[in-house]
């Protein structure tokens, strides 16, 4: 199981100028964190910390690819995802998050950047995710397409219509002249 540990920077530790930090992150990694959208994936991720007289500035640049199901079968999917992201984050008398800066107690000084990490991957995965046309599990597809509203529309319309609606079909043609 993959440590968390790694992904806390010592911020009070960090000389001035620009640090690189480099993470792979694989299943064992989205087994620790435990979210619900992403369970595994093949990821590279470089932080590039720059600390200034105040404030630390840190990029994040995440490429790979993570498994999503997909929107049609549910079958796992590859997704591709390439991120820039970028965080700002000073010191202060306790954690906080304000607008687009992230307060970290000044007495501890440590950034956990795991949860953080996974937000930024979370965020970058697209909305729609679909197997590309024809890899999608045929049974589930078959499946959708025997329970389509297209189809059962068609089934209905040969069942015989209540009297009362037919009523009531005729008051909407009357309104409408």
């Known amino acids: 199981m993959c440590s ?3 992904f806390k ?3 009070k530790g960090l000389d001035e100028g620009v640090r690189v930090l480099e993470y792979h992150l ?3 990694y989205f087994e620790a964190i435990d979210a619900p959208e992403v369970r595994s994936g093949d990821l ?4 590039s910390v720059r600390k200034t007289a105040d404030l630390y500035e840190l990029e994040f640049r995440t490429e790979g690819t993570v498994a999503v199901p997909c ?10 995802i390439e991120a820039k992201d970028r965080l700002l984050v000073r010191l202060g008398n306790e954690y906080s ?6 307060i970290v107690d000044e007495n501890e000084g440590i950034l956990d950047t ?3 990490i996974y937000e930024f991957i979370a ?5 729609k995710h679909v197997h590309a046309p024809g890899k999608c599990n045929p049974a589930m597809i078959e499946a959708l397409e025997g329970l389509s509203t297209d189809r059962s529309s068609d089934e209905e319309s040969t069942k015989p219509v209540d009297p009362r609606w037919s009523e009531l079909e005729k008051l909407k043609t009357i309104i409408k002249d």
């Open 9 to 11: 920077i010592d911020l």
């Open 114 to 116: 795991s949860w953080i």
């Open 123 to 127: 965020l970058a995965i697209p909305i």
């Open 97 to 102: 998050e304000e607008d687009d800066v992230v």
């Open 44 to 47: 590279h991720v470089n932080v």
């Open 4 to 6: 968390l540990e790694s």
């Open 26 to 28: 694989v299943d064992d």
């Open 71 to 80: 929107d049609l079968c549910l079958d796992d999917m590859e997704q591709r």
